[in-house]
């Protein structure tokens, strides 16, 4: 009975999607308020109707009601508690209902907090937000139901992927969809805004928050993914340029873009069509990951194994999306004012320099992604992209980003003097050439060292960049001290989040290069009571135990690290249901490196057991730099500059507050 409630009120839902998305521009049309207002009623049904439906979902992952077959397919008794909860998003069916019930909760939010919006603006926006989820909640109905039932009902069900049983997989898929959704907010105003032919600083202020929200869970969502990746798989790595991984990247690169665009429009009324466009652009790129992942065009651990008509219907929603959206915009954008000059030289122009390299890196990304799909459908033959081309491609772009990430904030608006921002730059210039012979002088004076210190000396002149222009805010070493903390004490939150953010890339460069540079691996055989020895560290195998887990057994074999004291106990374990066979990786980790176990095939002949050791230099930083952005999005959000209702003047007329990037 229950599982029919939850595709009652999933049926329900799609009714009151289409009041949603129709009624409203019917409003629109007649200037009817009354009809507009029907936008934020069937916003907040739609957050009631789809709860309701989820939790239904859960309970039958929870009671391990095994007449739902997807229940069946993905869920066993002997799992533990979170595993069925997490195992309700831990297939097709059920992340797709999870997708649209953050699809509602963004428009419900939009409700609730978005009272000083345009009423124009707002009904024109949830109808867009509404006839995203009619496409969604139609698929999930005719192509995806999650409560379709099973006759008879077997006893026990076949359990969720071994890979997907573990906590990082409780948040990395919520926070990436909180991502992917997200967007569609920027996607709806952007909409909204050429329907209404009105693209200004204000409407600028309203969609900030919400990209800005999005940026962050997306941010997260992949740094969870790339640890996951890089403590579960065995493999030693944190990213293969896998279809997958770079489906939720290359939306992170335009969303990266669209925020900064946005704060270009809002202080400078400038880049209004640009803007409008990279918020179509990035929410159709999120799109286009669904379709990646659920079509079945490309095979990926990531991926979720789905059939042809499945893939045809999200392709008819993405073509649908994308062309609709595209063509308004072909018909609109000439329409709307063009303002705010700047000189080639100012924070404008390195903006938009930056938007330019970020929307370029992020199409090399794509047409790696898509391209052995493309060849593969015209009769090419297979062809296969990987690590070297995005290597290649992205990096020689991704370089003057970095260098001109670190110029910004010197740069004021409208127009710089290039003398001024010598001054001001000279000495991190001086520190970032010191830090280049400083780490060189350590190498071994090989290529691999030189890519190395090159990367780390990016990530020096970032870092040193953003502390100089604090100082310089705060006035440190010019002022008394309590000054200097009076003003650290007045920046706004904004200009922190900025700092946090751009740091944390600093970092990230840090873990990538030092990572990619001076990587050790030793694959041996090795029989308890041997060693072996990684960049200078001691690993004495001491022994194998044998241990039976309610859902798994593990061959778990003891090493005592020596130089540290410290005993690590990787372990190959064989799931029961389904039978699989998977690795966990024992990592020591300090502040500044990991070393990194696996023990695979064994015994042989000679009872001694398969072991590949990783020492993994600087790759905590990737850690660091993911927290620390993420930091800097949250930091932003709850600057009172960077508010979904702005302040309203006596006139009744939303008044921007001036912010700081």
Not at 541 to 558: P, R, T
Not at 625 to 634: A, H, P
Request: hydrophobic residues 50%; contains cysteine.
């Amino acid at each position: 009975m229950i599982p029919e409630i939850g595709f009652f009120t999933l049926s329900l839902s799609l009714g009151v999607a289409l009041i949603q998305s129709v009624m409203p521009l019917i409003g629109l049309k007649k200037n009817n308020l009354t009809l507009m207002s029907l936008a934020d009623n069937a916003a907040i049904m739609q957050v009631l109707l789809l709860s309701i439906s989820f939790a239904t979902l859960i309970h039958s992952f929870i009671s391990s009601d095994f007449s739902v077959i997807n229940v069946y397919q993905n869920s066993h008794t002997t799992k533990p508690l979170i595993y069925k909860i997490t195992g309700v998003w831990g297939n097709h069916e059920g992340s797709l209902l999870l997708w649209v019930l953050i699809l509602a909760i963004f428009g419900g939010a939009v409700v609730l907090f978005g009272n000083n919006l345009s009423k124009r603006i707002k009904a024109a926006a949830l109808s867009v937000q509404g006839m995203i989820g009619l496409g969604f909640i139609a698929f999930i109905i005719f192509t995806s139901n999650p409560f379709e039932r099973l006759n008879p009902v077997p006893l026990d069900g076949k359990g969720l992927n071994p890979l997907l049983q573990d906590p990082g997989l409780a948040i990395h898929p919520p926070m990436l969809y909180l991502g992917y959704v997200g967007f569609s907010m920027a996607f709806s105003f952007a909409i909204a805004a050429l329907i209404e032919g009105k693209v200004d600083s204000l409407w600028a202020r309203w969609v900030r928050p919400w990209t800005l929200a999005a940026w962050t869970f997306l941010t997260v969502g992949i740094g969870l993914g790339s640890w996951w990746a890089y403590y579960e798989l065995g493999w030693g790595g944190w990213w293969y340029w896998d279809p997958v991984e770079n489906a939720s990247f290359i939306p992170w690169l335009t969303g990266t873009a669209l925020i900064h665009s946005l704060v270009v429009l809002e202080k400078r009324d400038s880049l209004k069509s640009w803007t409008i466009l990279l918020a179509i652009v990035t929410f159709s790129l999120s799109l286009l990951g669904t379709f990646l992942v659920r079509s079945g065009v490309l095979t990926s651990v990531h991926a979720f194994a789905s059939d042809p008509s499945r893939g045809i219907f999200i392709l008819i929603l993405l073509l649908i999306t994308v062309g609709g959206s595209l063509t308004l915009y072909a018909i609109k954008a000439p329409k709307l004012d063009q303002s705010g000059v700047f000189s080639p030289i100012s924070r404008e122009s390195s903006l938009l320099i930056n938007n330019i390299f970020l929307a370029t890196s992020a199409s090399t990304v794509l047409i790696g992604t898509l391209y052995p799909l493309v060849a593969e459908s015209i009769g090419i033959g297979k062809i296969s992209v990987g690590p070297p081309y995005f290597n290649m491609v992205f990096i020689p772009i991704f370089i003057p980003l970095i260098i001109l990430m670190g110029i910004g904030p010197y740069l004021p608006w409208r127009k710089a003097k290039i003398i001024n921002i010598y001054l001001n730059l000279k000495v991190v210039v001086l520190l970032t050439i010191i830090s280049f012979v400083l780490f060189f002088s350590f190498s071994n004076y090989k290529l691999n060292d030189l890519a190395g210190c090159a990367g780390i000396t990016l990530s020096a002149w970032v870092i040193f960049s953003i502390s100089n222009d604090f100082i310089n805010k705060i006035k440190l070493f010019k002022n008394p001290i309590q000054d200097c903390l009076n003003r650290a004490r007045n920046l706004r939150r904004s200009a922190y989040g900025m700092m946090f953010a751009h740091i944390g890339v600093g970092l990230l460069i840090i873990g990538i290069s030092g990572s990619s540079a001076w990587k050790q691996e030793l694959i041996v055989s090795l029989k308890p009571g041997e060693e072996i020895r990684i960049a200078g560290n001691r690993i004495i195998f001491k022994e194998i135990n044998f241990l039976n887990a309610s859902n798994y057994q593990s061959l778990m074999g003891e090493f005592y690290l020596v130089e540290k004291q410290v005993l690590m106990k990787p372990e190959r374990r064989i799931y029961n249901q389904p039978e699989q066979l998977t690795t966990e990786a024992a990592i020591h980790s300090n502040l500044w490196s990991d070393i990194y176990l696996v023990i695979g095939d064994g015994p042989n002949n000679e009872g001694a057991y398969t072991v590949r050791a990783f020492f993994e230099p600087f790759i905590p930083f990737l850690w660091y730099g993911v927290l620390i952005m993420g930091t800097g999005g949250i930091l932003s959000l709850t600057d009172r500059s960077v508010k979904v209702t702005p302040k309203r003047s006596r006139n009744n007329k939303a008044v921007p507050k001036a912010g700081s990037i």
